[in-house]
C-alpha cells in the first residue's frame, strides 16, 4: 500500500483528488492500446505475419511452434487459423498471470510508482516491436509483462487516495471505470481502421502512441498521487495477515471457491471468444453492414464495449427497481441468470450461422446484435458479481489472496478460447456456436446446483463494496 492519502477537501475533479483524474486518464490509454493492439493481433497474424514470406522471420516461432502444436494440436501441425488462434489464447490467458509477479515487483522490490512506470514502458516498447515480423515473439512478451506491471498496481493507487471511511472512494472506481471503457471503445476504432484500411503496423503504432500518452500523463501526475510504503513492508504485513487461524468453515468456503474456478472459465467462453473466433467467423460469414454503413470488423470489438457499458448500468438501475417490490437474487443467483442469457446470446450466433448456410446468404448483422445484448446482459450479471461472490465469501484475514485466486478463472478461460478457436475451421459455424452456448449454459446450472447445495456457506458473510469496487469494472 502508500504511505500518503489524499486531503479530503481535495475535491478539484468532479468533487475527487486531483490524482484520480491523472490516474482515470492514464488508464484510458492504456487500456486504448492494449484492447487496439489485442482487436488486431487474431487478424494480423491469419492474414499476414503466419503466411509464407513473413512466417520464416519471426524469431523463435519454429521452435515454439511444437509446443503449441502439442497444447493445442494434440502434436499435429496447426493450421495457420489454428496456430493463430493458439497464440491468441496463450498470450490473452497470460496477461492474468503476471500481475502476480507485477505486485511482488511492486511490493518487495521497486515499489508501485516505479513498476508502473516500468510497465508503461515495456508496453510501448512491445507495440513497437509489433512492426517487425523478427520481434513478434519480443512484442508479446513484452505486453504481457508490461500489462502485469500495470494491472492491480494503478487501480491499487487509486483505493490509497481516500482514507479509511472516506465515502467518495466508491464513486472514484466508477469513475476510474468509465476511464477504462473509453479506451475499450475507441481503441479498437482508431488502431482497427488504420490496421485494416492502411496497413497492420499503422495500427500497432497507434496502440504504442497510445502508450506513451498514458505514460506522459501518469509522470505528470505524479505529484498528485499517493506516495509508496517502504519497500517490504507491505508484504511483512501481509505474510502476518496470512498466518491467522482459519475455522473449518473457512477452510471449506476456500476449498469450494477454488473448485468453482473451473466453472466460472468456462462460463466465460462466449464473451471472450469475441477477440478471437468471433472476429475471424464475422469477418467471413457476416452482413457487415448496419443501416447501410460498412463496418469494419474490428469495430464489432467497440460495438461490445458500448452494449457492454450500457448493459451494465441497465443491471444496476434493474436490481434496485426489483429490490423495491420482490426479494433481490444472491451472487449465486445472478450468476446462474447471467449464464442463461449469455448461452441465449451466443445461440443466437448459432441459429444465424445455421439460417445462413440454409439460404447462403451471409448472417444478419441483427443477430450478432443480439448477441452482443443478450451476452453483455450475462456478463454484467456474472464477472463483476462473481468477484463480489469471492469477497463475501472469502475469511476476511485472507481476502486479497483470494481475489488473486479469482483472476485464475480468467486465465483458464482464455486458454481454453484458444483451443476452442482452432476448432471454427473444423465444424459447420453453428455447431461452434452451439457448442459455446452448451458450455456457458452448462457452467449455469452448475451455480444453480451450488446455489441449493452450498449457498449458506458461500453467502455467509457480508460482501466488501470498496474492494468489489476497485476489481469490478474491466472487460476480460
Not at 517502504?230 to 504485513?237: D, F, H, I, L
Amino acid at each position: 500500500m502508500t504511505a500518503v492519502t489524499a486531503d479530503a477537501d481535495d475535491r478539484w475533479f468532479m468533487g475527487h483528488p486531483k490524482g484520480l483524474a491523472y490516474l482515470a486518464f492514464t488508464e484510458a490509454w492504456e487500456r486504448f492500446s492494449y484492447y487496439g493492439m489485442q482487436t488486431l493481433l487474431v487478424l494480423y497474424m491469419v492474414h499476414q505475419l503466419l503466411l509464407p514470406g513473413h512466417v520464416e522471420h519471426v524469431a523463435g516461432l519454429a521452435q515454439s511452434r511444437g509446443i503449441f502444436d502439442a497444447l493445442y494440436g494434440h502434436g499435429q501441425v496447426l493450421s495457420v487459423t489454428k496456430l493463430a488462434s493458439a497464440i491468441f489464447g496463450f498470450y490473452a490467458s497470460t496477461v492474468y498471470l503476471t500481475p502476480i509477479l507485477g505486485g511482488i515487483l511492486a511490493d518487495r522490490l521497486l515499489g508501485r510508482t516505479a513498476t508502473i512506470i516500468l510497465g508503461a514502458c515495456l508496453m510501448a516498447l512491445g507495440h513497437f516491436l509489433m512492426a517487425f515480423d523478427v520481434s513478434f515473439l519480443i512484442a508479446l512478451v513484452c505486453l504481457m509483462l508490461g500489462a502485469g506491471c500495470l494491472k492491480g498496481n494503478l487501480a491499487t493507487q487509486v483505493g490509497s487516495l481516500y482514507k479509511a471511511g472516506d465515502n467518495r472512494r466508491a464513486d472514484a472506481f466508477q469513475i476510474y471505470y468509465l476511464g477504462i471503457n473509453a479506451g475499450v471503445i475507441f481503441g479498437p476504432m482508431i488502431t482497427g481502421t488504420l490496421g485494416q484500411k492502411i496497413a497492420w503496423h499503422y495500427g500497432f503504432a497507434a496502440a504504442g502512441i497510445g502508450m506513451l500518452i498514458s505514460l506522459v500523463i501518469y509522470l505528470a501526475g505524479r505529484k498528485h498521487l499517493p506516495l509508496d510504503a517502504p519497500r517490504g513492508a507491505a508484504a511483512r504485513a501481509r505474510g502476518k495477515t496470512l498466518a491467522g487461524p482459519l475455522s473449518k468453515r473457512d477452510v471449506s468456503a476456500i476449498i469450494l471457491l477454488v473448485l468453482l474456478l473451473p466453472v466460472l472459465a468456462v462460463s466465460i467462453v462466449g464473451n471472450n471468444q469475441i477477440f478471437n473466433g468471433y472476429l475471424l467467423w464475422a469477418e467471413k460469414s457476416a452482413d457487415l453492414h448496419l443501416f447501410g454503413i460498412p463496418i469494419l470488423t474490428t469495430w464489432l470489438v467497440s460495438v461490445d464495449s458500448i452494449v457492454s457499458v450500457a448493459t451494465l448500468a441497465l443491471m444496476v438501475w434493474f436490481w434496485r427497481v426489483w429490490a423495491k417490490r420482490f426479494p433481490e437474487p444472491d451472487e449465486l443467483g445472478k450468476i446462474t441468470i447471467g449464464c442463461f442469457f449469455a448461452a441465449a446470446g451466443v445461440a443466437c450466433l448459432a441459429i444465424g450461422s445455421m439460417i445462413g448456410a440454409q439460404t447462403g446468404q451471409k448472417v444478419s448483422f441483427g443477430w450478432l446484435l443480439a448477441f452482443h445484448l443478450l451476452n453483455d446482459i450475462g456478463f454484467a450479471n456474472v464477472l463483476p458479481v462473481g468477484l463480489a461472490l469471492y469477497v463475501r465469501s472469502a475469511p476476511k484475514a485472507i481476502t486479497g489472496f483470494i481475489v488473486g485466486l479469482y483472476y485464475l478463472h480468467l486465465w483458464g478461460g482464455n486458454t481454453l478460447v484458444g483451443w476452442l478457436g482452432g476448432l471454427l475451421e473444423d465444424m459447420p459455424a453453428s455447431r461452434f456456436w452451439f457448442m459455446h452456448a452448451a458450455l456457458v449454459g452448462g457452467a449455469g446450472v452448475v451455480f444453480f446446483f451450488v446455489r441449493l447445495l452450498f449457498g449458506r456457506l458461500l453467502l455467509g458473510q457480508p460482501a466488501q463494496p470498496d474492494i468489489v469496487a476497485a476489481d469490478a469494472g474491466e472487460t476480460p
